[in-house]
């Protein structure tokens, strides 16, 4: 009957699993807003249009432009006097100027468009007119020289301090991928008061094979800061890790331990441990993705989650403690072997045969502790595989101490529903905090309804605990 319980719950942990991680991949991502109405200009290839982009400093090479927050792009942009006279004659803004000096007075209003999203906290900072130049091109011809040419730049800045920018910003950060992606990069107007604009005609877009029409932006900043808090983050995984499978952090230290020198797994503490790094993982991926600057992303919701695991792993210890019944734990069959205790003088008992060893000075003597070091040995080995043994025969047992009360191995361990629950409901509402964090670029913002639906859960967890913990 234990092996058909233990065959149970290793089925029933491989759905799980698998559940969660086909929700974690098929999120999908969030499409940028784009403004209600444009002027629109057809395609003419000698035409008002923004023809390339680069970064600054240019690079020697003709190279696509790889960019992140910080960098400075600049595009060039052919006819942008011709276009600004179009809008103009469009009554779309009044102006006396004409030529240069049309577009000296209109470049501060000129915003970035990034995938058809107007950056609107994002100026130009600088702008030149040069018709003889164009960037890796060799031999312009004639009537390639006739078309002017203007170069705008713009420093990819976000401010976190910001509303507007931080809006702006995250329509452009929260596109699917983390990594490089392909984006549209033009120039133009926005005009609030309509939610309208006018947006020059671009070929620095997706899908051009012309590398310098292709604009990769980098959503991550790599930098040194980067990289040591993602360090720190793996480091810190890896060692809650090693710390679950031999130290016993998830467990319960009021109970006897087994046979791998544990106590059982507790669901509260597992609970908080799941919320604490779900948490921490999204505050630092928020703090990278942003390029370091939000810092206040801690909301009320947030605060609630750990405040209710705290207080369900809290309030299952002292239950726990204060019901278990030493006399019934006392008497609760002994395991034959608590490996750790048993391996720990085994290997100073080697140590110390291995040394005797070392300084016999005579036969006899060698061979005496020749003996006592192969027993030693062979003792620590048998100590070593018992106890791989036992953990491979249990490999289930975590999810049996998360779904019973009853903590007994000697007997059949009856799952509990009320404990079924609660880790549903956590693990929905984590992927619901990941999906949130990842397509909003924010800590998620529960409805009070659903905490005070975890709150329930957590309640009647702990309240089924005084039977099941006193029945012990």
Not at 174 to 193: C, Q
Not at 316 to 325: E, G, K, P, R
């Given at each position: 009957?234990?092996?058909?319980?233990?065959?149970?719950?290793?089925?029933?942990?491989?759905?799980?699993?698998?559940?969660?991680?086909?929700?974690?991949?098929?999120?999908?991502?969030?499409?940028?807003?784009?403004?209600?109405?444009?002027?629109?200009?057809?395609?003419?290839?000698?035409?008002?249009?923004?023809?390339?982009?680069?970064l600054v400093p240019y690079p020697s090479l003709k190279q696509p432009c790889n960019a992140q927050l910080g960098d400075t792009v600049e595009l060039m942009v052919q006819r942008l006097?011709?276009?600004?006279?179009?809008?103009?004659?469009?009554?779309?803004?009044?102006?006396?100027?004409?030529?240069?000096?049309?577009?000296?007075?209109?470049?501060?209003?000129?915003?970035?468009?990034?995938?058809?999203?107007?950056?609107?906290?994002l100026k130009a900072t600088a702008w030149y007119?040069?018709?003889?130049?164009?960037?890796?091109?060799?031999?312009?011809?004639?009537?390639?020289?006739?078309?002017?040419?203007?170069?705008?730049?713009?420093?990819?800045?976000?401010?976190?301090?910001?509303?507007?920018?931080?809006?702006?910003?995250a329509e452009v950060l929260k596109t699917p991928g983390v990594g490089s992606k392909m984006l549209d990069l033009?120039?133009?107007?926005?005009?609030?008061?309509?939610?309208?604009a006018e947006a020059l005609m671009s070929w620095v877009r997706r899908g051009e094979e012309d590398s310098a029409r292709q604009f990769l932006f980098h959503s991550v900043v790599t930098d040194f800061w980067m990289y040591l808090g993602s360090c720190l983050l793996v480091v810190t995984l890896v060692g809650f890790f090693l710390l679950v499978v031999y130290g016993g952090i998830v467990r319960e230290p009021a109970l006897p331990v087994r046979d791998d020198g544990l106590p059982p797994v507790s669901l509260g503490r597992c609970q908080m441990a799941f919320w604490f790094f779900l948490v921490v993982a999204a505050f630092i991926f928020l703090w990278l993705i942003t390029g370091r600057g939000d810092l206040d992303t801690i909301n009320p919701t947030i605060l609630t989650l750990i405040g209710i695991s705290a207080g369900t792993a809290l309030g299952a210890a002292l239950i726990t403690t204060n019901t278990t019944d030493p006399g019934k734990v006392a008497a609760m069959k002994k395991p034959d072997h608590i490996y750790p205790q048993e391996i720990a003088p085994a290997k100073r008992a080697r140590r110390e045969a291995k040394a005797a060893l070392?300084?016999?000075?005579?036969?006899?003597?060698?061979?005496?502790?020749?003996?006592?070091?192969?027993?030693?040995?062979?003792?620590?080995?048998?100590?070593?595989?018992?106890?791989h043994k036992w953990r491979r025969e249990h490999r289930n047992q975590w999810l049996l101490d998360l779904l019973s009360e009853d903590n007994d191995m000697t007997k059949r361990q009856i799952m509990s529903f009320h404990r079924f629950q609660i880790i549903v409901w956590t693990l929905v509402l984590g992927i619901i905090f990941r999906s949130e964090v990842y397509t909003k670029l924010a800590m998620p913002t529960f409805d009070s309804t659903l905490l005070v639906l975890m709150g329930i859960s957590s309640g009647t967890y702990l309240g089924f605990k005084f039977p099941g913990a006193s029945s012990q």
């Amino acid at each position: 009957m234990k092996q058909r319980t233990q065959i149970l719950a290793k089925n029933v942990s491989y759905l799980a699993l698998v559940c969660t991680l086909s929700m974690l991949v098929f999120i999908p991502g969030a499409k940028a807003v784009i403004p209600t109405s444009w002027y629109s200009i057809t395609e003419d290839p000698n035409g008002p249009g923004v023809v390339l982009v680069r970064l600054v400093p240019y690079p020697s090479l003709k190279q696509p432009c790889n960019a992140q927050l910080g960098d400075t792009v600049e595009l060039m942009v052919q006819r942008l006097a011709n276009w600004m006279s179009e809008l103009k004659d469009k009554h779309v803004f009044n102006s006396s100027k004409s030529g240069d000096e049309l577009v000296a007075e209109q470049i501060p209003k000129l915003r970035l468009f990034i995938n058809g999203a107007p950056i609107r906290s994002l100026k130009a900072t600088a702008w030149y007119r040069n018709d003889t130049v164009w960037p890796w091109h060799v031999d312009m011809t004639s009537e390639e020289k006739s078309i002017p040419h203007y170069f705008v730049r713009f420093v990819l800045t976000r401010d976190p301090t910001d509303s507007q920018s931080r809006e702006d910003w995250a329509e452009v950060l929260k596109t699917p991928g983390v990594g490089s992606k392909m984006l549209d990069l033009t120039l133009g107007y926005y005009h609030p008061e309509q939610n309208s604009a006018e947006a020059l005609m671009s070929w620095v877009r997706r899908g051009e094979e012309d590398s310098a029409r292709q604009f990769l932006f980098h959503s991550v900043v790599t930098d040194f800061w980067m990289y040591l808090g993602s360090c720190l983050l793996v480091v810190t995984l890896v060692g809650f890790f090693l710390l679950v499978v031999y130290g016993g952090i998830v467990r319960e230290p009021a109970l006897p331990v087994r046979d791998d020198g544990l106590p059982p797994v507790s669901l509260g503490r597992c609970q908080m441990a799941f919320w604490f790094f779900l948490v921490v993982a999204a505050f630092i991926f928020l703090w990278l993705i942003t390029g370091r600057g939000d810092l206040d992303t801690i909301n009320p919701t947030i605060l609630t989650l750990i405040g209710i695991s705290a207080g369900t792993a809290l309030g299952a210890a002292l239950i726990t403690t204060n019901t278990t019944d030493p006399g019934k734990v006392a008497a609760m069959k002994k395991p034959d072997h608590i490996y750790p205790q048993e391996i720990a003088p085994a290997k100073r008992a080697r140590r110390e045969a291995k040394a005797a060893l070392r300084k016999a000075a005579d036969a006899d003597a060698q061979k005496k502790a020749r003996d006592d070091y192969d027993q030693a040995d062979k003792k620590l080995a048998e100590l070593k595989s018992g106890l791989h043994k036992w953990r491979r025969e249990h490999r289930n047992q975590w999810l049996l101490d998360l779904l019973s009360e009853d903590n007994d191995m000697t007997k059949r361990q009856i799952m509990s529903f009320h404990r079924f629950q609660i880790i549903v409901w956590t693990l929905v509402l984590g992927i619901i905090f990941r999906s949130e964090v990842y397509t909003k670029l924010a800590m998620p913002t529960f409805d009070s309804t659903l905490l005070v639906l975890m709150g329930i859960s957590s309640g009647t967890y702990l309240g089924f605990k005084f039977p099941g913990a006193s029945s012990q």
